[in-house]
């Protein structure tokens, strides 16, 4: 049974022990120093704010519970951890990880999870694997309140890795590393990797939540995913046979997806007035917080039978370092920047930034975030097909060449 006046003194103690007024604590915590008056007259805190009360006070959430402190030992709490209240938080968080996928054999709660991987209806099933995490994207969601946006940020770009290669996504872990566990911010991180998921056809099946303080700052979070996919070998789609005729189909992106932040968060940095800043009817801030296009849904049915030859997601690197990891020696894509639909944040990004053509096309996907190279004869096939999800146009072909990727009409790419 707790004892409300006991909790409320040694609140009161430990506080002016550290020589801290009520509006100390408030300030740190973000609540009204009302509330912390009420702390120390007998009203408990809630949940949310206790641990880092605790912190706060250098005591465990156990110890302000107890209403003594134990000086006799040291304790994982005392350290920045509470196992209790990390444990409690493990439970809400578990609905996330409901799922109707029968080859989940467990939920949480065990040392790992399985996953059932017999496919008989494969004569040679290849595991497709690959982690990712959304890059320096996260510093700005956190700071702009797209904690849970970011999540579909980097699930899109995980499952984008895997479908170009022919494979469909299976199972995702996550990890989150932060330096204070924040129980509403976790939970946001947790719901939106699991709807990104099922939105993507896969499933979350488990993940870690790594409490590091003292190595991360205090309201820092580090995102970071991996996913297993399978696909028939026969089926895997790798490049490899790109030849001289086919055609370069282009995707739209929404924006700038995972890629270029860095360079972004600098010229924020130089010129802040530009956050509020209307392009095309949103705010600077709005454009590039975007979410990273999912292309899985319109690509999962396409294959060699379709004459799809090699698909590049555009990422960091650009059209050329993506789209020449799926080019054959011998051959190029020849890409005309003038058909290239160059969406209104890149234009603002340069202009602004007084960035050249060059420095755009390898730091940003410029408004392509996926590239197909399709035999001829099934080109406008395929372009319908992917048109009935996102924007798709013919952009290039394959020619004989030294360079994988050869660009043509440079200055023309950000003319309207």
Same mark, same amino acid.
């Given at each position: 049974?707790?004892?409300? !006046?006991?909790?409320?003194? #040694?609140? %009161?103690?430990? +506080?002016?022990?550290?020589?801290?007024? =009520?509006?100390?604590?408030?300030?740190?915590?973000?609540? %009204?120093? =009302?509330?912390?008056?009420?702390?120390?007259?007998?009203?408990?805190?809630?949940?949310?704010?206790?641990v880092g009360l605790a912190a706060i006070l250098n005591v465990s959430v156990d110890e302000i519970l107890q209403g003594r402190e134990n000086n006799e030992s040291f304790s994982y709490s005392k350290a920045g951890v509470d196992i209790s209240y990390t444990d409690a938080m493990k439970k809400e968080m578990a609905v996330y990880l409901q799922t109707e996928d029968k080859r989940v054999l467990n939920g949480l709660g065990p040392f790992a999870s399985l996953y059932d991987i017999e496919f008989p209806d494969m004569e040679h099933p290849v595991l497709v694997l690959k982690s990712e995490e959304p890059g320096s994207k996260q510093k700005l969601a956190m700071e702009y309140g797209y904690s849970? %946006?970011?999540?579909?940020?980097?699930?899109?770009?995980l499952v984008n890795d895997i479908a170009v290669m022919g494979a469909k996504p299976l199972a995702v872990l996550d990890t989150i590393v932060c330096g204070n566990a924040e129980k509403e911010t976790i939970k946001s991180f947790v719901k939106g990797i699991s709807d990104a998921c099922k939105e993507n056809e896969c499933a979350l099946v488990g993940g870690e939540t790594s409490i590091q303080p003292d190595v991360v700052n205090k309201g820092v979070y580090i995102l970071t995913s991996s996913i297993?996919?399978?696909v028939p070998r026969e089926n895997i789609i790798d490049g490899s046979m790109v030849s001289e005729d086919d055609i370069v189909l282009a995707v739209a992106s929404n924006g700038l997806h995972t890629n270029g932040y860095t360079l972004v968060r600098l010229l924020m940095e130089k010129m802040p007035q530009i956050k509020l800043e209307k392009i095309d009817g949103e705010t600077f801030i709005e454009q590039i917080m975007k979410p990273h296009t999912?292309?899985?849904?319109?690509?999962?049915?396409?294959?060699? +039978?379709? &004459?799809?030859?090699g698909m590049a997601h555009i990422t960091g690197g650009g059209i050329e370092g993506n789209l020449s990891r799926i080019i054959p020696d011998g051959l190029c894509a020849e890409i005309d920047l003038a058909k290239l639909k160059t969406l209104p944040i890149f234009r603002y990004i340069k202009q602004t930034g007084n960035?050249?053509?060059?420095?755009?096309?390898?730091? #940003?996907?410029?408004?392509? &975030?996926?590239?197909?190279?399709?035999?001829? !004869?099934?080109?406008? !096939?395929?372009?319908?097909?992917?048109?009935?999800?996102?924007?798709?146009?013919?952009? &290039?072909?394959?020619? +004989? &060449?030294?360079?994988?990727?050869?660009?043509?009409?440079?200055?023309?790419? #950000?003319?309207?």
């Open positions: 049974m707790l004892d409300n !006046q006991k909790i409320a003194d #040694f609140i %009161s103690h430990k +506080r002016k022990q550290m020589g801290m007024t =009520q509006s100390d604590i408030a300030d740190r915590l973000k609540v %009204s120093f =009302q509330s912390v008056s009420k702390w120390e007259n007998g009203t408990l805190p809630n949940v949310e704010v206790l849970e %946006s970011v999540c579909h940020d980097m699930i899109n770009h297993a996919g399978i999912p292309y899985y849904k319109a690509i999962k049915t396409l294959s060699y +039978r379709d &004459g799809v030859h960035i050249d053509e060059k420095e755009m096309l390898s730091t #940003f996907n410029c408004g392509v &975030g996926l590239m197909l190279v399709v035999a001829k !004869q099934y080109a406008k !096939q395929v372009t319908e097909h992917i048109k009935k999800y996102y924007d798709c146009y013919e952009i &290039g072909e394959i020619r +004989r &060449g030294k360079e994988k990727v050869a660009f043509w009409n440079l200055n023309k790419m #950000f003319q309207e």
